[in-house]
């Protein structure tokens, strides 16, 4: 099976993706993954959704949100960054915005006079770095080779850092099985106690959720939609009846079942 995920080689979502597919074929934006994937473009696509220091990925919120897909699997990688250049006379550090929000107490601490360049991905930094000698890059260790060296190992402000991955399908190939859900709520409504009631109707039947997230849903100020992981499978009488009601707090909007899923841990 072909991937679809966040490239060029040598990314953290390359090594989510090597975990759910033979072959992986990269894109540099998370919109045209989900889009490829909706289109039938890609059996599946890696897609990051959270990390645990900078929080959710709002553009993958916003692609999930906007294209009818499935979630198939969760996969989590832990996030060990290091310093990659070719010499330690470097002036710019470059790498994707996370991973430098993400390090970025080192950065402050060490490196206080550097300039810092956000850019595609975390390999996208590297090829800068192998390209110009006043380049450093901040990716995995594995990353360096005969060009450039490892200056600094975990980096990261957290030793806990840890990245979620959805593994998303075509809309069809979505299932009820597994011990994690997620859906997206678009109530079209708002009103004092609104959210409220969309979370009782997890707490009345002892549902976890693990997580709850707002965006706006782009056709007024003030309009917000929700996603929400919850720990159940769809396949679950109480999940099931569950998510029946807040399909009919919502009955104004809509709810997209993303499906349900399990998780893999991949060093």
């Known amino acids: 099976m072909e991937a679809i995920t966040l490239g060029p080689a040598g990314t953290y979502s390359h090594r989510a993706a090597r975990a759910v597919a033979d072959e992986v074929t990269f894109s540099e934006s998370v919109t045209a993954i989900v889009e490829s994937v909706a289109d039938g473009e890609y059996h599946r696509g890696v897609v990051p959704i959270e990390n645990s220091i900078e929080g959710s990925v709002t553009e993958t919120l916003d692609a999930l949100s906007a294209h009818d897909v499935g ?32 390090c970025r107490t080192f950065l402050e601490s060490e490196y206080p006079a550097v300039s810092l360049e956000a850019v595609a991905s975390t390999a996208r930094g590297v090829e800068h770095a192998r390209e110009d000698p006043t380049v450093a890059a901040i990716a995995h260790p594995d990353n360096a080779d005969a060009d ?16 979620r991955f959805f593994a998303i399908s075509p809309a069809d190939e979505r299932t009820e099985a597994g011990g994690k859900s997620t859906i997206v709520v678009n109530p079209n409504a ?75 841990h991949v060093v």
């Open 148 to 163: 450039l060296q490892v200056l600094a190992e975990d980096i990261q402000d957290r030793s806990s850092n840890a990245t």
């Open 190 to 264: 708002n009103y004092p106690g609104l959210l409220l009631e969309l979370l009782e109707a997890f707490a009345d039947r002892d549902i976890n959720l693990s997580r709850v997230e707002s965006r706006p849903t782009g056709d007024r100020l003030g309009d917000y939609l929700f996603h929400i992981d919850f720990e159940a499978g769809l396949y679950e009488d109480h999940a099931r009846a569950a998510v029946e009601e807040v399909e009919g707090i919502a009955e104004k909007g809509w709810v997209r079942r993303l499906g349900s899923y399990d998780t893999r």
């Open 71 to 102: 979630v198939v699997e969760e996969v989590v990688t832990p996030i060990r960054h290091a310093l990659l250049a070719q010499t330690e006379s470097f002036e710019v550090v470059a790498s994707h915005s996370q991973a430098l929000a993400q």
